[in-house]
């Protein structure tokens, strides 16, 4: 009796431990794959059912330029260093449609590489927001783009630049 008592447990026990294994292997990644794309493919774990993937969403968002505009929620608050000030103490800024300007935030590892201005890119999820982080390598380039899930549609909300 007291045996049947101990093999429900000890099976619990192991059904919890194979399956936190079994998550943990999902993000390992193979020699050839790369940090941002890794994070990347996680997003279908982490948006919301039948919502926009954001790995296809930031592709076309870096590509067409009426999409871009379409999907910022105008006018977008943003952060920015006060060029004006000794410090480049951060200052907020509101940027119309209109004063917009194109950006790429598409991403290939040969950035981490090149001579010049090198740069890391990640993505970190959070319940229905993104944010895509930019780090340079020993050059100031520092900068965090935010997307919302709205309507289970991506939307850049706010930026925060302080790359110098």
């Not at 943003?78 to 480049?88: K, N, W």
């Not at 119309?96 to 194109?102: F, H, L, R, T």
């Not at 780090?135 to 706010?158: C, E, H, P, Q």
Request: with cysteine; aromatic share 14%.
């Amino acid at each position: 009796m007291k045996l049947k008592g101990l093999i429900f447990p000890c099976l619990l026990i192991s059904l919890i431990f194979s399956c936190s294994q079994g998550s943990t292997n999902k993000n390992t990644k193979n020699g050839s794959e790369t940090r941002e794309k890794e994070v990347l493919s996680s997003t279908n774990d982490v948006a919301l059912a039948d919502s926009e993937e954001f790995d296809k969403f930031i592709q076309k968002f870096s590509t067409e330029e009426s999409f871009q505009i379409e999907r910022i929620k105008f006018p977008i608050n943003i952060i920015v260093p006060d060029a004006g000030h000794e410090g480049m103490a951060p200052m907020h800024e509101t940027i119309g449609k209109y004063d917009w300007e194109m950006i790429d935030l598409s991403y290939d590892s040969t950035f981490l590489t090149r001579p010049y201005d090198q740069y890391y890119q990640a993505v970190r999820f959070t319940n229905d927001t993104a944010v895509v982080e930019i780090r340079g390598i020993d050059n100031g380039i520092y900068a965090d783009y935010y997307f919302s899930l709205i309507n289970k549609k991506w939307y850049l909300v706010t930026l925060y630049e302080a790359s110098f």
